[in-house]
């Protein structure tokens, strides 16, 4: 089963898919409504997200360390030292947020 095949039923009467009875309580309860019936969803695709901002913070936060790094002890030095760090950022920049 597809994600599409779990999305799209509720919206197509061929589906025989029963549709449950709309309120028509005002528009917040509509939005809550349509909500319920795809929390799962919804909580994959914020988890996601935000995993995706952690890493984009951690990149823009070791930035500040490569430049003091090579400012301090010129580019050779510091690729020499700082390898690792540059190797996790690397990994976390087409990595994580590619398979995110």
């Given at each position: 089963m597809s994600i599409s095949d779990a999305i799209y039923p509720p919206f197509d009467?061929?589906?025989g898919y029963p549709l449950p009875a709309l309120p028509?309580?005002?528009p917040i309860t509509l939005l809550l409504h349509f909500i319920s019936m795809f929390r799962g969803v919804l909580v994959a695709l914020a988890l996601?997200?935000?995993a995706i901002?952690?890493?984009n913070l951690s990149i823009?936060?070791?930035l500040s360390v490569i430049v003091d790094g090579v400012a301090k002890h010129g580019a050779s030095a510091f690729l020499r030292e700082a390898w690792p760090l540059l190797t996790f950022l690397g990994r976390?920049?087409?990595?994580g947020r590619r398979l995110l």
């Open positions: 009467p061929a589906s028509f309580n005002g996601c997200s935000m901002e952690v890493i823009a936060c070791r976390l920049l087409f990595l």
